[in-house]
């Protein structure tokens, strides 16, 4: 029953009545359109265009027998809200491995965010104002995706070819892309993830117009990271040079560098001779209020957690986005129902599996990136397990473009809206920002600085924007964001020389009435266009009626909400400083055989 994935019936009830459709087709866009979400209260006059469901990702489905269930990544795709000077697409990843790529959507830069009374409300910010977002869950079991426990990837190739493969099947189902400009964006151990996509994509003959990759607080290159754990909490005052713990924690550091300057084969992405540092750096911050033993925040260093999750209960919306994503409506609605299993943040099993022994980090990969597309590197100053001292200190050891380090440019101040945000420095193709009081999760803190800071990255033609955020003035060292102006100033005389201002305002009063004169067409072709394409919608994909209307009635609160938690929250006894939370039901369904007993005291780091 499981080889036949979600799609398929929709394309029987709807497409091709009578008619038993290979596993192998391609869905039509039409089976993945989410008319709405429940309890998201959009504005009617500008509803937002959401797909999402499975695609089946394995390269060798083909290959498998009857009852062999392959890996279906599970993405969300939410249409750019606003027009922009072009069309941009951006796939995003979270991290772990096994994170779900659901955090992003729900917490950092989607559209909404839980409205504490268990639906969603609309907010700004959101980075599909001026960008078509994916949302991709992958390894296959993370988040909405899945596949059988046998199926399971162990390394960052065979994670590769799944995502190459969903990317496939994309552009098929939505070839219109295909001319679109396309980005990779993630967070965390997506620093693993994207530099070997964009490797893959950029050497594919998919001829996706890949143009540039955006990592924040990224884990890369462990030679440089590990270490700046202790040099992390002596700057920001977090352990005392003259303390014991200082002393075991340099004593650890200087054991960890050691054994990774031994190494000579694979370039290692974690080392266990490395794993304690979180742990030994922030002991001495441990301490006990009311009977509570606190923590540090390993993702947060302003913030405490309660001993042993140190992190992993934050941020406070992932509660309530756990209990939204579990009820049974938003699941129908998100066409997520083929997975068996609730939605978790972190699926423990998923990285477990991932076996880091058998892949190069991506840091032997990261400087070939930077040569054929741009990319940034982001990293909000506030965060600890991947922090910006680690960042900085492989981007001065690391050589791309035929140098070493970022060279004689120089670092700027960067602002948003009068205020400091961070610092700003390019070279050769890397971009590094610096986020100040931003945690792990940049966007999360920061959404102003972090969408203005991705729109740069994406080279956004400022002076076209008419509407919206992009219009936040922002300015990188001297130089101000262009703004689209419609007064008698003149935003871009500096960027014409040789004209007189005068010149330039008539130019610019000329584009203006040319402008107008244009828009009042272009509306009214929308209005057409839009009146027809409604009617066609219609017809094509027959939604009962009733539909969307039922899920708008269904109550706030689901009572099965609080059951989940607990059961979820017993499931968590891990170690700390893994983000990893096993599933909310103990029995996978896709067992095969294997041993799924959570992994216990399996000293593996997820993030
Ligand atoms: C989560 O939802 C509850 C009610 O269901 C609400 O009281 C609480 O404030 C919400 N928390 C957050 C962080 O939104
Ligand atoms: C990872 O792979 C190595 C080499 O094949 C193997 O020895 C080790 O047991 C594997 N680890 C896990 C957790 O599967
Ligand atoms: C930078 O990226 C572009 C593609 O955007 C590429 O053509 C170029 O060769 C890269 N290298 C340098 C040194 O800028
Ligand atoms: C940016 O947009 C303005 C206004 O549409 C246009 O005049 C200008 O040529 C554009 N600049 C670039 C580099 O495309």
Redesign the pocket.
Request: glycine share 16%.
């Given at each position: 029953m499981w080889s036949w994935p979600a799609w398929t019936y929709f394309s029987v009830l709807f497409l091709l009545p009578g008619v038993h459709a290979a596993p192998t087709d391609i869905p039509s866009a039409a089976s993945f359109y989410v008319p709405n979400l429940p309890g998201l209260h959009q504005d009617p006059t500008h509803p937002l265009h959401i797909y999402a469901g499975h695609i089946l990702s394995d390269p060798h489905a083909a290959s498998g027998g009857e009852n062999d269930v392959f890996a279906h990544l599970f993405f969300v795709m939410v249409k750019a809200r606003r027009i922009a000077d072009k069309e941009r697409l951006m796939f995003w990843f979270n991290g772990g491995p096994g994170c779900s790529s659901l955090d992003g959507l729900m917490m950092e830069i989607g559209p909404w965010k839980?409205?504490?009374?268990?639906g969603l409300k609309i907010v700004e910010g959101g980075w599909e104002e001026y960008t078509t977002m994916v949302y991709v869950d992958q390894p296959a079991g993370t988040g909405f995706s899945y596949t059988s426990t046998n199926h399971y990837i162990h390394t960052l190739q065979e994670a590769t070819d799944h995502v190459m493969q969903f990317l496939r099947t994309f552009y098929q189902i939505f070839p219109e892309y295909l001319s679109v400009d396309a980005y990779l964006g993630g967070e965390s151990f997506a620093g693993q993830y994207i530099p070997y996509f964009a490797d893959a994509i950029l050497k594919s003959s998919l001829n996706v117009p890949l143009r540039g990759a955006a990592i924040g607080n990224g884990w890369i290159d462990v030679r440089n990271q590990y270490p700046a754990y202790l040099e992390y909490a002596v700057t920001h005052g977090i352990i005392d040079v003259s303390s014991q713990s200082y002393k075991d924690s340099k004593k650890a550091t200087d054991d960890c560098v050691a054994k990774l300057n031994g190494i000579t084969g694979l370039e290692p992405i974690h080392h266990e001779a490395c794993e304690r540092l979180v742990s030994d750096v922030l002991k001495s911050k441990s301490r006990t209020v009311d009977g509570v033993k606190k923590c540090v925040n390993i993702y947060d260093v302003r913030l405490e957690d309660d001993q042993p999750y140190c992190g992993m209960q934050w941020p406070?919306?992932l509660?309530?986005v756990t209990?939204y994503l579990a009820r049974k409506d938003v699941v129908s609605a998100f066409h997520a129902t083929s997975k068996p299993e609730s939605w978790v943040e972190c699926q423990g099993r998923v990285g477990m599996e991932m076996n880091d022994t058998l892949s190069a980090s991506s840091i032997t990969l990261l400087p070939s990136v930077i040569e054929r597309i741009p990319v940034l590197l982001f990293v909000g100053d506030q965060d600890f397990i991947c922090n910006y001292m680690g960042i900085e200190s492989m981007i001065k050891s690391m050589t791309w473009n035929g140098e070493k380090g970022l060279g004689k440019v120089q670092t700027k101040s960067w602002s948003v809206n009068e205020t400091p945000v961070g610092t700003w420095v390019s070279s050769r193709n890397l971009t590094y920002a610096k986020i100040f009081d931003a945690s792990h999760m940049v966007p999360y803190d920061v959404p102003d600085a972090a969408h203005d800071m991705i729109l740069r990255f994406m080279g956004m033609n400022f002076s076209a924007i008419v509407d919206g955020s992009a219009r936040i003035p922002s300015n990188v060292g001297d130089e101000a964001k262009p703004v689209f102006l419609d007064s008698g100033d003149l935003p871009f005389s500096s960027k014409l020389p040789g004209k007189t201002p005068e010149q330039t305002k008539a130019q610019w009063d000329a584009y203006y009435n040319a402008g107008s004169a244009a828009l009042v067409l272009l509306l009214v072709a929308v209005m057409i266009g839009l009146y027809i394409w409604c009617r066609l919608r219609r017809r094509r994909v027959h939604l009962p009626r009733g539909t969307v209307i039922a899920e708008e009635n269904i109550p706030l609160?689901s009572a099965s909400?609080g059951d989940l938690l607990d059961s979820e929250q017993a499931r968590r006894k891990r170690k700390g400083k893994e983000r990893a939370i096993e599933d909310g039901d103990g029995s996978p369904i896709f067992d095969v055989g294997e041993d799924d007993e959570e992994a216990e005291g399996h000293d593996e780091r997820r993030w």
């Open positions: 839980v409205d504490g009374e268990g406070p919306d509660k309530n209990s609160t909400e």
